[in-house]
């Protein structure tokens, strides 16, 4: 067929109209350069390896960003690879999450460009949020209405039994799906809801016992695209794959240099950034000068820091909602907490309390009126417009800023909302006594303190270039 023009370069109508994702082989692209069979915004992308992934339908906000970091640890060294040199983590649209109470917002399908700067996460790692996944995977061709093609998907389980014979061994196994078994069924959204947008087909499903670090997943990958892979025509072919229930995986080296520098890149959005500077600046008179804070354009600039200051106020992360009735055990009453809060003022001599917390607002109403002579301070959108441009998870991510930039920091026993505020402090460069702190069940009482993990930096800058 004729060749067509785009942007100068030549290329084969057939090519960009059917739904063929096969550029002509690097050497015969080479041998007769006039003849490109392939738009050229495509051949960048020959070989691409999307990778897309969902986490467990019931696991919050908090933990999701932790199975980033194990997965965006993972593709960074992946790339290293020749196979999987354009490998691509697709980020997943975020559902209504179950601790996003209001119904009223539109907050399902929501980008990870909501909350976090692409820029900086993909300085880190090959990311695409999953719209500009869409986008890209257009040019490739679709037949109408446009369809993702994804060949494999794996949705993963863990081992009944984790030990053998005493010892914990990375393996995974393909395991056929029993129809009574809610672990692996094509047709629930449990391990994530991923399947269900409407722009993706899938061919295989599998039910995969799954046991190990994200390394493991190479050779999962290597596997499906050796069974995918017909001969040499096909061998560099884009190809795309699912992995549900993510959160199965577990970290390649946690709370190595490598897990800090991903979490250090994932700087929240320009907005988000902007409404907690905002209101840092408008209730506490507090900047990141002022706080003797480090927050560097880019999070490449950040170096080993422990003395900043923070504003003059203390902040305390008080988990109720499910932790009341799920971890009784654990979760001081409101009189317990304030008076838990109370004494560090005073200890402080402090004046000022930012209170972070999923409490209702008859909670919020109790526990204000036990801080008589105090200054009680809670974060509420300043107007419904803005509340809806901030959904619940943003309102969440401006109480977790304001947090990190407190004189004092205490949490909520195992909540992976405290341990973020936790990392967060840690890069901003505070001292880890005025960080790593729990609220106890009781006053005064011996009671269970979460761990103390702190920032780890590399020795000798940022010199891991993984590409
Ligand atoms: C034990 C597990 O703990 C997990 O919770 P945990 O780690 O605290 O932390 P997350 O997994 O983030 O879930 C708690 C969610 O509740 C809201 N939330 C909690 N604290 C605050 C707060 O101070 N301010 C605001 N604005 N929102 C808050 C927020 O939406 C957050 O993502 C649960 O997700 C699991 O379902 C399970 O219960």
């Known amino acids: 067929d004729r060749p067509a023009t785009r942007n100068g370069t030549e290329f084969h109508r057939t090519a960009v109209g059917s739904n063929s994702n096969v550029c002509r082989s690097r050497q015969f692209w080479q041998t007769f350069p006039l003849v490109d069979t392939c738009p050229p915004a495509i051949l960048p992308l020959r070989g691409t390896v999307y990778i897309l992934y969902d986490v467990n339908i019931s696991e919050g906000f908090n933990l999701r960003r932790d199975v980033y970091i194990r997965l965006a640890v993972f593709v960074r060294r992946l790339r290293r690879r020749k196979r999987f040199r354009n490998v691509r983590l697709v980020l997943p649209p975020f559902p209504r999450l179950y601790h996003w109470h209001s119904h009223h917002l539109k907050q399902s399908d929501v980008g990870w460009g909501h909350f976090f700067d692409l820029d900086s996460l993909r300085r880190y790692a090959p990311i695409v949020d999953y719209s500009e996944f869409l986008a890209e995977y257009r040019q490739f061709g679709m037949p109408a209405p446009p369809f993702v093609h994804i060949s494999q998907v794996f949705r993963l389980m863990h081992y009944e039994i984790m030990l053998e014979q005493g010892i914990f061994r990375d393996k995974y196994e393909r395991v056929a799906p029993k129809l009574d078994d809610n672990s692996c069924n094509e047709y629930s959204t449990a391990g994530g809801p991923l399947l269900s947008q409407s722009l993706l087909r899938y061919g295989q499903y599998h039910c995969v016992h799954f046991q190990g670090s994200a390394g493991l997943l190479e050779r999962l990958l290597r596997e499906a695209i050796a069974e995918d892979t017909a001969g040499a025509e096909d061998i560099d072919d884009m190809r795309v794959y699912a992995i549900l229930s993510a959160e199965t995986v577990l970290h390649d080296h946690w709370g190595d240099e490598h897990f800090w520098k991903a979490r250090r890149s994932m700087r929240f959005s320009k907005y988000l950034s902007q409404v907690a500077n905002d209101f840092l600046r408008y209730a506490f008179d507090t900047t990141d000068s002022s706080a003797g804070v480090q927050r560097p354009a880019m999070w490449e600039m950040e170096r080993p820091k422990r003395d900043a200051l923070g504003g003059d106020f203390i902040c305390a992360h008080l988990r109720r909602g499910d932790f009341v009735r799920s971890r009784e055990a654990t979760t001081p009453t409101l009189k317990s907490a304030a008076q838990q809060i109370k004494q560090l003022l005073r ?80 890069i901003l460069g505070f001292s880890k006594t005025s960080t790593f702190n729990t609220i106890c069940k009781v006053v005064g009482g011996n009671c269970p303190r979460n761990a103390v993990w702190p920032i780890v930096w590399d020795d000798d800058g940022d010199n891991d270039k993984p590409y």
């Open 347 to 426: 200890a402080f001599n402090a004046s000022t309390v930012f209170l972070s917390t999923d409490a209702t607002p008859y909670d919020l109403v109790q526990m204000k009126s036990m801080f008589h002579g105090f200054r009680f301070v809670h974060f509420q959108p300043e107007s419904n417009l803005q509340r809806q441009k901030l959904k619940d998870g943003g309102v969440a991510i401006v109480d977790q800023l304001v947090c990190s930039y407190a004189r004092y920091f205490i949490g909520t026993y195992e909540s992976t909302f405290t341990y973020r505020i936790y990392e967060e402090r840690e």
